[in-house]
């Protein structure tokens, strides 16, 4: 049976179709790579900031427990000890405390390339409704 010369042939569609989603997906493996780039970035900047200001606070807090300990050496050198041990481990846990609780409020691992494969889901849906209401019409 010949074929009308207004459709396109089924390796045509498909060829079309495949040209379509490798475009597609080329676009959306790159948001993934910018994002993975972003996210990397933000990592290890925050990384860093931690490890400084540990560090930073790491000497100070010793000089204070230094300067508690000296200064209360004569009267109660236990409670000295114990008071500034038992302020580290306070500060210690509160400051794990907020970390943990920071982290678990970040921004989900690609987010926008995730939210992009959605919209691109709902607008095939929507299309291949289109085509079908188009076939079966009532």
Known sequence: MPRPD????LRRIIARFATGAGSLLG???????????Q????LLLRLALI?????ALLFGVLGIGAFVVVYF????RLAAILAVAGAFILIGAA???????????GAALFEATIAEFHKDAALLREV???????ENPK
Do not use: Q
């Open 128 to 134: 291949l409704d289109r085509d079908t209401r188009e």
């Open 73 to 76: 050496w004569e009267a109660g």
């Open 6 to 9: 207004d459709r396109p042939s």
């Open 39 to 42: 996210e990397r970035e933000r």
């Open 27 to 37: 676009t959306r493996l790159e948001l993934a790579t910018i994002e993975l780039a």
């Open 95 to 105: 400051l794990l405390f907020v970390a943990v609780r920071s982290g678990r409020r």
């Open 51 to 55: 490890a400084g200001g540990v560090l």
